[in-house]
């Protein structure tokens, strides 16, 4: 193995250490999907047209994607602040009146003492709020930088050619190691989208049958709040057991069971499709997908399997003489 090489790997290694060190793995995932994004679209469009367009039209297609998905996301903010009152309003005198069959003292009667409860929550924990908002914003500004920098490498890229010397050869070698995690996470990206899909549509399934209101509110929540980990699926969740609440207490109760059931189901369908993308076996992707989110949350879910991925690539590259 070459001084290069071995060089590579130890700066490769440098990287994953400080991203985790570092909590940067929200900008991390935010730039590997950006570059994704361009290198997937810009393949597809140089074996019909020029290099030249082919960049530009991706970035064309790359910031067309941002723009949908940013629109999206205000939407559903905005139809949240529309919708969830109304649900408020109709789960609070069915959850007190329940409270009171059952023998349980709820710290209001009316959807107004729970405002004002809720109010007086704020008012309590107001530095950790702020704590927290200022960790969200912090957490975006690192996601655009991670976007605007797979950009600028998208456009940075060079030719290929490099010279006889130390440092261009590792680059050539680092560029390597790069490459193959990045074809990892291009198989767990098209694993990840199929369980979105399949999670959406079974719950989208299962709110049409029992003719649950707020469809148009409850479908687009469980994709989109269920990105975020755990706490994502809590708060979707809570907003399907509470609209269910409203139609009765059976269906409440069934619909909890059938969230989770679904929700510890996805580890193993996460582990099982992940697994035959990356040709690897699904105990090994369940392990490392329960470590990633135990280390770095969400974007430890998708890293984990990719990195398991350039492992396996790596050491399967690397010849390895029989023992005398």
Not at 81 to 88: D, S
Not at 196 to 216: H, M, Q, V, W
Not at 264 to 280: R, T
Not at 312 to 317: G, Q, S
Request: charged fraction near 15%.
């Amino acid at each position: 193995m070459t001084r290069s090489r071995k060089i590579s790997y130890l700066l490769f290694g440098v990287m994953i250490a400080a991203v985790i060190a570092l909590g940067a793995g929200p900008m991390l995932l935010a730039g590997l999907f950006s570059y994704m994004i361009l290198d997937v679209v810009n393949r597809n469009l140089a074996q019909k047209t020029k290099k030249f367009y082919a960049r530009w039209l991706s970035f064309l297609v790359f910031s067309v994607t941002v723009f949908l998905v940013s629109h999206m996301f205000i939407s559903f903010v905005q139809r949240s602040l529309v919708t969830l009152p109304k649900i408020v309003v109709s789960v609070v005198p069915r959850a007190v009146e329940l409270a009171g069959q059952y023998g349980f003292a709820l710290p209001f009667e009316d959807a107004e003492e729970l405002r004002k409860v809720f109010i007086a929550t704020i008012q309590e924990n107001v530095r950790a709020i702020t704590k927290m908002s200022g960790l969200m914003s912090k957490r975006f500004f690192y996601i655009i930088v991670g976007m605007v920098i797979a950009a600028l490498c998208f456009f940075g890229e060079s030719n290929g050619s490099y010279r006889d010397n130390l440092f261009d050869a590792i680059r050539k070698e680092l560029s390597l190691r790069i490459g193959k995690f990045m074809e990892g996470f291009e198989k767990v990206v098209g694993a990840q989208l199929i369980i979105s899909g399949i999670n959406t549509i079974l719950t989208a399934i299962f709110l049409i049958i029992t003719d649950l209101p707020y469809l148009t509110f409850l479908i687009p929540a469980t994709f989109i709040v269920g990105i975020l980990p755990i706490l994502g699926n809590v708060i979707s969740n809570t907003f399907i057991v509470g609209t269910a609440l409203v139609v009765s207490p059976k269906l409440a109760v069934f619909a909890l069971g059938f969230l989770i059931v679904i929700h510890k189901m996805e580890y193993f369908l996460n582990s099982k499709i992940v697994g035959s993308n990356l040709n690897a076996p699904m105990w090994q992707t369940l392990i490392g997908i329960l470590v990633g989110e135990m280390v770095m949350g969400i974007p430890g879910i998708i890293l984990a399997p990719a990195l398991l991925y350039y492992i396996r690539e790596e050491m399967t590259a690397i010849p390895c003489a029989d023992n005398k």
